[in-house]
């Protein structure tokens, strides 16, 4: 019975995590988790699927080409989310009173974009979002600092910079400048600096914002300005200190600086950066962006901010908050360039060979003590060829096979086969585990 | 400027995990990756979002109810995925020569299925599974139980029991009985055991089945033996070894006892259970179920089978299996009632008063310290009022608070309150650390 085959094959911008991509994204999100917990976040999670009201807000009646929209079998009009924040600003609006604030809460899961896929980006990814809600104070700003950097310590990176900016500053300068109607786009054309450099955004803030070249010049000079973060507060302080708006973000900023600096944050992570604007219509205080030293290419690999009010369409309770979000992807990119994953991606580091074939129970018994001992043991399931096996092994990068034979077994011991040392070694059957582990660990 | 607000709701059959349900779910999913990797099952996922031909397979034309299915914005006929396995055999299809077998997969992530909302089921939820395939091997079937076996007591039960079947044994009984071609229907009337009880098996293995009542009760009488599994296997043997079929599922579920037995696996453990048949259409092999003994009425908490060739939709070449899929909802509803869920879901064991308001350098540095002990610390955003810091703190759970006032920072301690045990004590700076440790280890 001839049967026409179904080609197998995922949509455009999707894509499969096979082993070697899925078990690197665990370990990340398992060390974001780790690091989320130990400073009191606490997870939840949201359905993908909600009405398209709560996702679009006002825009409810609009079309948003990137959203996935439907109607669902009883005709609701539904999509699935594109980020976790709208959902979070639905959640807290119906569920906050419960758990009152300052709420910390962090939130790892799939969104849904149906942007044009290119250069790395998909149309399914995961997020990882961190924020504290229902509070003001500049403490929860100065933490979201901690966090990035105890999450790329974990994560094994060790040169990176986090650049900070105030929305404050930023909007007092444009208010001293006179340039106030002009701020969104202004703003707009600042933040693409890191991608078309200084003489894009000078033309830019001239065709897109209507500057003259003078003003467009004081603009970058400014968000140009280098130095350690000291200086460049106290250029800000004795430029335009006496702006109200710039006076209380520098306090912020100065605070940030030298709290994280007090509490035993390296010289040189914190790095104050006016360029840095980011989600004009969200971010209104403290903004993040994290750029790898090693790679500064990828762009910010974990970037966030302040907000006056995170669910305004939902509720009256007002909301202000702080977060980030983790580039989950760009990381995994980044930790591939910079050689940080494991080479193999064999979830357990022993095969046990499967040699004599009524001896399963054996195999299975000295593989569940293993185990017991915290050691991966994966017994192959066939009483195939010894050489086929540790061809096998090989394949999947297994450190140490576990060999036991006719002659072994009668004689109560195993063969241990370093695969990494190509070496092999005797053991007793009640020294096993001993020294399996002094091989894994040494 | 009044402002109408949207209504903060989830669909129906929908729901949020908030922090309380969240914690207890990554946690359950963080132990069952932790034991399938220690078998050296490795990670993969797939796309939410496939095309509805792959997901529907020769159904392609017809409308799935149960479906989430849509076009997307460049008009293709897309859908959610309502499993893990039709995309684990799309993925197989695709990449399985790339990986060799035999290939053992673990794979957890969201499913969707517009089915009526009812009784704790869920228009969208977690899946858990875990599968080799490649290889007709018992041994493969043997390890499910094992796998089984420590998923559970890896969660914290401890009386369960993992009932065994074999589609061979079922087919070859019904050969015997000349019932061959009823056997969908009476498999189909069978598997409803758990729920209709024999009397209701009999009413539909008459009406539906069309079987004599001496028929009927015969396969009843069968499927009702009650015995160790080795008590069942002999009277099997004596009555209908001579089947063939019978004969080789006998054969199977022998090694399968003796072998789960010998390797360590606890008397009682493993249940022959002639009444599971499951999914009929797809299972051809070994078939498992997993119950409670404390809380049978849920039903089973880990079910799956062998089957012939996973992706014969997608490809030509053979792939048989064997795997199974662990209930997440279930067990967090069973570990619920069976108060094996912690009672805080503080994700942090510390929370750090936040006092002096210009000490909070000194706060961020003692939870830093707290943190790279692997103590988890949260530090309040707030100089508030020790008062209300601390209600925070037994509201959310924390088990210690550590203060320091104008005092104690001037006299190089902290008070450290045990909120659980109600008592307090002063603790040198330096001390701090190993006290912490030493409470919360206690």
């Given at each position: 019975?001839?049967q ?61 080409k ?78 979201v ?23 404050w ?74 702006q ?26 914190v ?52 977060g980030?979000?983790l ?11 910079l ?6 991606y ?57 060999i ?39």
């Amino acid at each position: 019975m001839a049967q026409t085959l179904i080609e197998p094959r995922t949509l455009r911008g999707f894509r499969d995590y096979p082993p070697e991509l899925q078990l690197p994204r665990e370990e990340l999100l398992a060390k974001a988790r780790q690091v989320y917990r130990s400073y009191g976040y606490l997870p939840m999670d949201t359905p993908a699927l909600e009405y398209a009201e709560i996702l679009l807000g006002k825009g409810g009646e609009e079309t948003d080409k990137q959203l996935y929209r439907f109607r669902d079998h009883g005709g609701r009009d539904v999509a699935l989310r594109f980020d976790l924040t709208v959902p979070f600003a639905r959640f807290a609006a119906e569920h906050i009173q419960r758990y009152g604030t300052p709420f910390r809460r962090y939130h790892i899961g799939p969104v849904w974009r149906g942007e044009n896929p290119q250069r790395g980006r998909y149309r399914e990814f995961v997020q990882c979002d961190f924020d504290t809600i229902g509070t003001t104070s500049n403490a929860a700003d100065i933490e979201v600092v901690f966090v990035i950097y105890d999450l790329l310590r974990t994560l094994g990176f060790e040169r990176f910079q986090v650049h900070v900016n105030h929305r404050w500053v930023l909007n007092g300068l444009l208010e001293e400048l006179g340039l106030v109607e002009r701020t969104v786009a202004v703003l707009r054309a600042l933040d693409k600096y890191g991608k078309i450099g200084r003489e894009g955004v000078e033309e830019e803030l001239r065709t897109q914002a209507g500057l003259e070249s003078g003003q467009a010049g004081k603009i970058l000079d400014l968000a140009e300005i280098r130095g350690s973060p000291a200086e460049i507060l106290e250029h800000l302080e004795k430029t335009f200190g006496h702006q109200v708006k710039v006076a209380r973000g520098i306090a912020c900023l100065r605070e940030l600086y030298a709290v994280t600096r007090a509490a035993g944050l390296p010289e040189g992570v914190v790095q104050l950066d006016l360029r840095i604007a980011r989600g004009l219509d969200y971010y209104t205080g403290t903004v993040y962006e994290t750029f790898l030293d090693d790679l500064p290419g990828i762009g910010s690999v974990c970037s966030g901010g302040r907000y006056d009010n995170l669910a305004s369409l939902y509720t009256k309770q007002v909301l202000p908050g702080v977060g980030a979000s983790l580039g989950v992807d760009r990381l995994l990119a980044a930790m591939q360039e910079l050689n940080l994953l494991p080479a193999s991606y064999a979830t357990a580091p022993v095969l046990v060979v499967f040699f004599v074939a009524d001896k399963l129970a054996l195999y299975m018994e000295v593989a569940g003590r293993l185990r017991r001992a915290g050691i991966g043991a994966e017994v192959y399931p066939e009483a195939k060829k010894l050489r086929e096996q540790l061809a096998y092994a090989n394949k999947r990068g297994h450190r140490l096979a576990v060999i036991g034979g006719e002659d072994e077994l009668t004689r109560g011991v195993w063969q241990v086969k370093d695969l990494r040392a190509q070496s092999q070694h005797t053991v007793a059957d009640a020294d096993l585990v001993t020294t399996v582990q002094r091989i894994l660990s040494g």
